[in-house]
């Protein structure tokens, strides 16, 4: 494998990774606050839809991108009320949302545009353009440095600069700031945030309305970005390999970042099954390549590698004590 193939495999890898890491920071703020979300999956293929309708139907780009952080928000909205305010159970409430939005946008997509469950095809305004960065053609030709920056950092939707810019922000809010410093405490011991006079309910509300707002993000770049329409279920399972992702990272951003990024890795692989061959000289399957992933998470939660624990109080609504 020559170094601009690499750089190629790599470029893919950042690609298909960035869904990925939004929904994982999305679970990861949730689940910090002790709400379970496995209707990431439902979020980002509901704002993937209305992102792409409404880019397609207005020529613009940036009212998707609303219109698909929009509606990630009312869903987010209603797994809040169901979870928080009435206490349901938050699996359930998850799983609620993502069969809804798969039978929604189907049905919406072809009532609106009769294309079978599709959006037209998105040109122009109406999706999200590579940015050259600065210096990026005149570099090109240096040696190393300037294919490394042409091809691999350079040329990426201004959606991914984003989603890599939201891993040290998060872990500032989480980890430098009293929001994050609450935020963490409200997923181990509720209570305790309780008795110092802050509101659990409203820090719970607030994380699950991030979360809203990233899946909103991930979405908008499957459909604007990484593809250039809608189509039927076309996040493919992404919002559950971000949740393992979020599982092998254990609830901490950097390691989401790298995390996510292996799990783009293997997705990039399958994409390209000869690369392995030629490396190691064995034909590999691409379901093989596929399954990784989740083999990898199984051997986190074995314990091989450290235990993944979760905040102490994910999955259980607080009731205030009289």
């Known amino acids: 494998m020559d170094f601009l193939t690499l750089l190629q495999l790599l470029d893919t890898t950042v690609r298909l990774a960035t869904p990925l890491l939004l929904a994982c920071l999305a679970g990861l703020y949730s689940e910090r606050a002790g709400i379970f979300d496995i209707g990431l999956e439902g979020k980002m293929l509901a704002a993937a839809f209305f992102s792409a309708a409404f880019a397609y139907s207005t020529g613009s780009v940036?009212?998707?991108?609303?219109?698909?952080?929009?509606?990630?928000?009312?869903?987010?909205?209603?797994?809040?009320?169901?979870?928080?305010?009435?206490?349901?159970?938050?699996?359930?409430?998850?799983?609620?949302?993502?069969?809804?939005?798969?039978?929604?946008?189907?049905?919406?997509?072809?009532?609106?545009?009769?294309?079978?469950?599709?959006?037209?095809?998105?040109?122009?305004?109406?999706?999200?353009?590579?940015?050259?960065?600065?210096?990026?053609?005149?570099?090109?030709?240096?040696?190393?440095?300037?294919?490394?920056?042409y091809e691999l950092i350079s040329g990426h939707p201004i959606l991914v600069y984003i989603a890599f810019a939201l891993v040290p922000l998060t872990w500032w809010i989480l980890f430098r700031t009293r929001f994050g410093l609450r935020l963490r405490a409200v997923g181990e011991n509720p209570a305790s945030v309780d008795t110092a006079g802050v509101s659990v309910v409203a820090l719970r509300y607030s994380a699950v309305m991030i979360c809203g707002v990233l899946c909103g993000l991930a979405g908008a770049y499957l459909a604007t970005a990484l593809q250039a329409g809608f189509v039927k279920d076309m996040t493919a399972g992404r919002g559950y390999i971000a949740l393992a992702a979020l599982i092998f990272a254990k609830w901490r951003p950097w390691y989401a970042l790298w995390a996510t990024l292996l799990f783009g890795l293997f997705q990039a692989l399958e994409l390209r099954p000869d690369l392995i061959q030629q490396v190691i000289g064995v034909k590999v399957q691409v379901q093989l390549l596929g399954a990784l992933p989740y083999i990898l998470t199984v051997v986190i939660l074995a314990g091989f590698v450290g235990k993944a624990i979760p905040p102490r109080a994910g999955g259980e609504p607080y009731v205030k004590e009289r």
Do not use: C
């Open 62 to 149: 940036w009212l998707g991108l609303l219109a698909g952080i929009g509606v990630s928000l009312v869903l987010s909205g209603i797994h809040g009320l169901a979870s928080i305010t009435f206490r349901g159970n938050q699996l359930i409430s998850g799983l609620a949302i993502t069969m809804l939005a798969g039978g929604m946008t189907v049905l919406i997509a072809q009532d609106w545009f009769k294309q079978g469950g599709r959006t037209p095809q998105l040109e122009g305004a109406a999706r999200f353009e590579p940015i050259t960065l600065p210096f990026a053609e005149t570099l090109r030709e240096v040696p190393f440095i300037g294919p490394l920056y």
